[in-house]
């Protein structure tokens, strides 16, 4: 079976910095990853009549070999981000909004007082590279469990702050989205902390999104809204996701 990801070792091993091409502690589900890679199409229902609402593996502290490494926005410059990031975040406040009954405004402290949950996962960035790095952060079911999604909600959508696009027509700023199946799924969390320190700015400070067992663009960094939709027709250009919109899964399940 052609190896994409091998494939992708040639291109992309001048760029590494700290990261193997693949954790080789993820070998052990290396079946199943070669086998999604190769389906480049399979559905998200395909996906998940086969691995169900499995737990993504877990890894423990040996496993981190080294830093989380950063990619795509690393130090967004938008200019209120960089006004609280120089206040550690005080200021920041998370709105959950969209199709809910009760729309939330969450300040960092807020969301470090609920229960949080801490695991060390590997996140595997499409572009063919692996790092483990361990995650502290708030499920997002307790998140919007709070806010009371409508019946009529299908989607949280994650606005950033980082404009990832720049051009004469006008700046575009990260965005993504999941179903709530994904949404309520234990491992999916806000992440305010990565391996045992506040989450770094390169890493997506003061909040980013962990969504495991899907693919690294998927985790959205310098998340300020989280927005419940019916539907993704009008966000971008109706695909979910900025990766997506350009040409990437929107179920970037591995
Ligand atoms: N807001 C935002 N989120 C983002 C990105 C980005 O550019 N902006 N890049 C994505 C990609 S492609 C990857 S691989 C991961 C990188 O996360 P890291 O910097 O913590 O390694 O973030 C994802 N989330
Ligand atoms: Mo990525």
């Given at each position: 079976?052609?190896?994409?990801?091998?494939?992708?070792?040639?291109?992309?091993?001048?760029?590494?910095?700290?990261?193997?091409?693949?954790?080789?502690?993820?070998?052990?589900?290396?079946?199943?990853?070669?086998?999604?890679?190769?389906?480049?199409?399979?559905?998200?229902?395909?996906?998940?009549?086969?691995?169900?609402?499995?737990?993504?593996?877990?890894?423990?502290?040996?496993?981190?070999?080294?830093?989380?490494?950063?990619n795509g926005s690393t130090d967004p410059v938008d200019a209120s981000y960089r006004q609280m990031a120089?206040?550690?975040?005080?200021?920041y406040?998370?709105t959950?909004?969209?199709?809910?009954?009760?729309?939330?405004?969450?300040?960092?402290?807020?969301?470090?007082?609920?229960?949080?949950?801490?695991?060390?996962?590997?996140?595997?960035?499409?572009?063919?590279?692996?790092?483990?790095?361990?995650?502290?952060?708030?499920?997002?079911?307790?998140?919007?469990?709070?806010?009371?999604?409508?019946?009529?909600?299908?989607?949280?959508v994650f606005h950033c702050f980082d404009a990832i696009e720049r051009s004469l027509s006008g700046e575009v700023f990260y965005y993504e989205s999941?179903?709530?199946?994904?949404?309520?799924?234990?491992?999916?969390?806000?992440?305010?902390?990565?391996?045992?320190?506040?989450?770094?700015v390169a890493?997506g400070a003061?909040?980013r999104?962990?969504?495991?067992?899907?693919?690294?663009y998927?985790?959205a960094k310098y998340v300020h809204t989280?927005e419940?939709?019916?539907?993704?027709?009008t966000l971008g250009f109706g695909k979910g996701s900025y990766w997506a919109d350009r040409?990437?899964?929107?179920?970037?399940?591995?």
């Amino acid at each position: 079976m052609f190896d994409r990801r091998k494939f992708l070792l040639g291109s992309t091993a001048a760029a590494l910095s700290g990261c193997k091409i693949f954790d080789s502690a993820g070998r052990s589900d290396s079946h199943l990853r070669a086998l999604f890679a190769s389906h480049e199409g399979l559905t998200r229902s395909a996906q998940r009549a086969l691995i169900g609402d499995a737990l993504a593996p877990e890894f423990s502290e040996a496993d981190i070999r080294q830093g989380q490494r950063p990619n795509g926005s690393t130090d967004p410059v938008d200019a209120s981000y960089r006004q609280m990031a120089q206040s550690a975040f005080r200021d920041y406040r998370l709105t959950v909004t969209g199709l809910v009954e009760t729309p939330q405004t969450l300040s960092l402290a807020d969301l470090t007082t609920l229960p949080s949950r801490t695991q060390i996962t590997r996140h595997d960035c499409v572009e063919g590279w692996s790092c483990i790095a361990k995650w502290q952060g708030v499920p997002l079911g307790t998140v919007l469990t709070l806010a009371k999604p409508k019946l009529t909600a299908r989607y949280a959508v994650f606005h950033c702050f980082d404009a990832i696009e720049r051009s004469l027509s006008g700046e575009v700023f990260y965005y993504e989205s999941i179903d709530l199946i994904d949404a309520y799924h234990p491992q999916t969390i806000l992440a305010y902390a990565m391996n045992g320190a506040p989450l770094p700015v390169a890493n997506g400070a003061p909040l980013r999104l962990r969504v495991e067992r899907q693919l690294g663009y998927k985790m959205a960094k310098y998340v300020h809204t989280i927005e419940l939709t019916d539907s993704l027709a009008t966000l971008g250009f109706g695909k979910g996701s900025y990766w997506a919109d350009r040409g990437y899964e929107r179920y970037a399940g591995i």
